[in-house]
C-alpha cells in the first residue's frame, strides 16, 4: 500500500503541476461540457483541481493499492477501474473529459463530452481515486506524451517546438533514415493501429522528424517544425475530424496547408499517441517508485 498523498507529493515533484498552474485547455472545457448539463462539478470535484485542472479530481481513500493508466475517461475504461479495483485504488489518465477526435476512415466525433454522471458516483461510493495530469505531462523531457513516441521510433532528441512560456509539447528528432512508407508502417505497428492518417508529401531518406504527441494539428505548429528541418511530422491527428463549426473550420485549414507543404504528415489517433507513455514510461515509474501493482487500460479503439 502507498499514502495518497505521498504518490500527489512524488507526481508534482516530477511534473509541477502546482507551479505550472491552471490547465489552458481543460480550465475552459470543464465548465464548457458540465455546466450546460448542470452537473455540479465544482461541488464534486477536489477543490484544488477546480482551480489547477491536473491533480487529484476525485479522491477516494487514502491508502492505494493499485493505479491503473489510461489516457481518455470513456465508458469503457471507467467500467473496467470500477470492476477491477477496491476501494482506495487510484486511475491515473491523462484527460478529465473524454474526447472524440473522429475517424479518419468513419464517423467524425463529437468533441469534448462529459463523463457519465452516475459513473462518477459510482467512483465515489466505491472510494476510488482519481487524478490528471494534461499539459505537465506533456512538457516535461524525463517523462512526457512525445518523449515517450520518440524512445518507440529509436530517435534522439535534438530541440524542442510547440512551445508557450511554460513548456514545449513538440520534439524535433533524428532518426536512421527510413522512407515515408516505412515510417507509416513502423507507426501502425507501434500504436497497435489498423491506418494512419497520412498526408502531405512522400520521402524516400528522412533523417529528421517533428513528434507532438495528441492534438498536433496545428498549422503553425507544422510550419515551424518545417523551417527546423523537419522531413515528416508525426502526431494524434493531422486532420481534425470533430463534426462542428470548429472542426469543420480546422479541417478546411489543414486541407490548404497540405498541399504546400514538404514534409511527410502521419496521425495515428490522438488516444494512441498519448497512451504510449503510459505503457512505457509511467507504468514503470509507479512501479519503482510506490511499489504497487500497476494496471493498464487501454481502449477497445483508437480512432473515436
Not at 17 to 24: K, L, N
Not at 35 to 41: E, H, Q, R
Not at 129 to 151: G, N, W
Not at 153 to 172: L, T
Request: hydrophobic share 40%.
Amino acid at each position: 500500500m502507498a499514502q495518497l498523498q505521498k504518490i500527489d507529493e512524488a507526481i508534482d515533484e516530477l511534473f509541477r503541476y502546482r507551479e505550472i498552474g491552471a490547465d489552458p485547455a481543460f480550465s475552459r472545457f470543464i465548465p464548457m461540457v458540465y455546466d450546460p448539463i448542470k452537473f455540479n462539478w465544482r461541488e464534486v470535484f477536489e477543490a484544488q483541481f477546480n482551480q489547477l485542472f491536473n491533480g487529484l479530481m476525485l479522491k477516494g481513500e487514502e491508502e492505494v493499492g493499485r493505479i491503473f493508466l489510461a489516457v481518455f475517461p470513456t465508458e469503457e475504461v471507467l467500467a473496467h477501474f470500477i470492476e477491477h479495483s477496491n476501494p482506495g485504488d487510484l486511475l491515473f489518465m491523462h484527460h478529465p473529459l473524454v474526447m472524440e477526435c473522429g475517424d479518419p476512415r468513419g464517423a467524425w466525433g463529437k468533441g469534448f463530452i462529459p463523463i457519465n454522471p452516475d459513473l462518477i458516483s459510482q467512483i465515489k461510493e466505491k472510494r476510488l481515486s482519481v487524478f490528471t495530469l494534461h499539459v505537465p505531462l506533456d512538457y516535461s523531457r524525463t517523462i512526457s506524451t512525445s518523449d515517450a513516441m520518440a524512445e518507440a521510433y529509436g530517435a534522439k532528441v535534438v530541440a524542442e517546438f510547440f512551445k508557450d512560456e511554460k513548456g514545449a509539447c513538440g520534439v524535433i528528432c533524428e532518426i536512421p533514415a527510413a522512407n515515408t512508407e516505412d515510417l507509416i508502417e513502423k507507426s501502425k505497428s507501434i500504436f497497435q493501429i489498423p491506418y494512419a492518417d497520412v498526408e502531405g508529401q512522400s520521402h524516400s531518406s528522412i533523417t529528421k522528424v517533428a513528434i507532438a504527441a495528441g492534438c498536433g494539428d496545428k498549422v503553425y505548429a507544422m510550419q515551424e517544425a518545417e523551417k527546423l528541418g523537419a522531413q515528416a511530422y508525426i502526431t494524434g491527428e493531422i486532420h481534425c475530424h470533430i463534426d462542428n463549426v470548429y472542426g469543420k473550420k480546422k479541417f478546411d485549414e489543414m486541407k490548404k496547408y497540405c498541399k504546400t507543404t514538404t514534409m511527410s504528415l502521419i496521425g495515428v489517433s490522438h488516444a494512441a499517441s498519448e497512451y504510449l507513455v503510459h505503457a512505457t514510461q509511467l507504468k514503470p515509474w509507479f512501479e519503482e517508485q510506490f511499489k504497487l501493482p500497476v494496471t493498464l487500460i487501454p481502449q477497445d479503439e483508437w480512432w473515436v
